[in-house]
Every structure is written in structure tokens, then in C-alpha cells.
């Protein structure tokens, strides 16, 4: 007989955390005043750029990239090609950049395909693709959440999100690594609700929102949607959100709802609620 053993998934430091190594607070207060909270806009500014992994917090900012790379490459290197013996380097190679600069968005396994075959002219099968996505996931690069429905066909013809293990990460390999701020924060929301235990899959509405985080606690039996939006200023973009919200919390039959935003706070009459990420971060 095998022993018993709990499995423990140990993630980048969290924005507590983060803080706590830091110590922006002797003791982090359970209410903030006007102070406290610039302090954590200010610590939270600049966890949001460099992320979660400690060890680069004793470097300056610039050797940050370097380490960054290195994690990678070795991560890539030893956890994924040398472990699984693959040998199709280029591929594997394109599909890494082209999942981090998919961070929180859907991903298709059939276009990449199509993408590295017909206009990169690197050879590689769609099940090749999908077994390097389980290597990568295996090795805790990538995070993949699928649609949430009751239809097996629905969930097999809808590609999954993908989320990356760090936002220091993420900046380190994408382009423009201030361009798309709202999948960072949405990047940061997913890796927050898996640290708490939360089970995670998309939604969509009826007529067509979608939703970013249908959340389902095993332990609590608790449920809760969460929309992730850098800024509600423009109100088109406020409408859509809030609209998502309403349709899916109906559907759903589910009664918190949330919107996380960097900045804006705010209590709807219809029971929405706008969240600013540091608050959200420290569950306050």
C-alpha cells in the first residue's frame, strides 16, 4: 500500500506575499486609510510590472529580464524537452512565444497549426501540439480553463484560455509588455482564484458576452462570476461588463457577481460589485 500524501501547488509569491517580503506593512491592516492605500497602489504598481518570483526582487530591475529568460529557457530546456524527448525545437519554440502573448485569451490549436504549417513552413501535427500544450502545462508554465457548459460538444469545439504562471514572465516575452494591461490584471485575477482554490471556466451569455471567471468552490460550495476590466471610464465598456454580468448572473443563477478593476470602486443596484485589484488581491 502507498502512503498517504497531500499535494501542495506552490505558485509565485502573491501580492500579499510579495508585500510581506517586502514589508510595505509591519503587520498588513485589516482597514486601510488614505495612506495605507497609497502605499499599496505604489507596491501593487510595481508587483503588477516584475511579478511574483522572489529571488529577482535582490536584483536591479534591469538583470530582471535576464533571470526572467533564464527560468524560462531552462524551464522549456529541462521540464519539457528533455523530459518528454522532443525534437521538433522550432515548433515548440513558436508555440511558447505564441502562448505568451495569448495570456488570458482563447487559443486555437487548429489555427496555430495552420499558422506554423502554411505560413512558417514548420512541420507539426495538430496532436503534437496538443501533447507540447500538456507539457507545458505539466511544468507550470501555462494554465488552460475551458468553457463552462453542460454540452460535451460545446466544450470540445470551444478552444480554452490560457493563463501564464507570472506577469514578470509574461512582460519578459510579449512585444509590447505595457501594450494589453487588461489580460496582465486578468492574468493576475486567475492566478489569485486558483491560489484560494477556486475551480475556473468561462462563460457565455445567451446573446453573446462572455464572462471571464465562472469561479466554483469545491470546500465552500460557493459560486461567483468575475469580469476583469483594466478601466471603466469609457462607458461602452462599463455597459458591456456590467451587461455580461447581469445576463450570465440570470443564466447561472448566480448571485455575486464582481468586476475587477486597477483603480475604480464601486457598489451597482443590482448587486454588482466594482472591486479595485489591490483590495481584491488581499480578499478585503
Known amino acids: 500500500m502507498r502512503g498517504r500524501s497531500i499535494k501542495t501547488e506552490v505558485l509565485p509569491f502573491s501580492f500579499e506575499e510579495y508585500m510581506r517580503y517586502h514589508k510595505t506593512f509591519e503587520q498588513i491592516p485589516k482597514n486601510f486609510c488614505d495612506a495605507d492605500i497609497a502605499k499599496l497602489r505604489n507596491a501593487l504598481s510595481r508587483y503588477f510590472r516584475i511579478g511574483g518570483f522572489p529571488e529577482i526582487y535582490r536584483y536591479d ?20 524537452i528533455d523530459r518528454h524527448a522532443v525534437t521538433n525545437l522550432p515548433a515548440i519554440r513558436q508555440l511558447v512565444n505564441s502562448l505568451f502573448n495569448s495570456a488570458a485569451q482563447k487559443f486555437s490549436v487548429i489555427k496555430f497549426a495552420n499558422t506554423l504549417n502554411k505560413s512558417l513552413g514548420i512541420k507539426c501535427s495538430k496532436n503534437d501540439i496538443y501533447s507540447f500544450m500538456d507539457y507545458l502545462e505539466e511544468a507550470y508554465i ?5 468553457i463552462h457548459s453542460m454540452s460535451v460538444r460545446v466544450r470540445q469545439v470551444n478552444p480554452n484560455k490560457v493563463y501564464l504562471i507570472d506577469i514578470g514572465m509574461v512582460r519578459v516575452m510579449i512585444e509590447n509588455p505595457d501594450g494589453d494591461k487588461g489580460a496582465l490584471l486578468e492574468n493576475l485575477v ?9 475551480t475556473l471556466e468561462y462563460y457565455n451569455t445567451s446573446n453573446g458576452y462572455e464572462i471571464d471567471f465562472y469561479a466554483y468552490h469545491h470546500k465552500t460550495k460557493e459560486k461567483m462570476l468575475v469580469q476583469v476590466s483594466y478601466s471603466l471610464n469609457d462607458e461602452k465598456t462599463f455597459q458591456r461588463e456590467v451587461r455580461a454580468l447581469t445576463q450570465g448572473g440570470e443564466e447561472l443563477k448566480v448571485a455575486k457577481r464582481l468586476i475587477v478593476t486597477w483603480d475604480d470602486e464601486k457598489e451597482l443596484d443590482d448587486g454588482i460589485h466594482i472591486v479595485p485589484a489591490w483590495q481584491f488581491l488581499l480578499n478585503r
Do not use: C, S
Request: aromatic content about 14%; glycine content about 2%.
Open 61 to 80: 530591475e534591469l538583470e530582471h529580464y535576464t533571470i526572467l529568460q533564464e527560468y524560462i529557457d531552462l524551464v522549456i530546456l529541462r521540464d519539457v
Open 142 to 146: 501555462i494554465f488552460r480553463i475551458p
Open 190 to 198: 486567475f492566478l489569485h482564484l486558483r491560489r484560494q482554490g477556486w
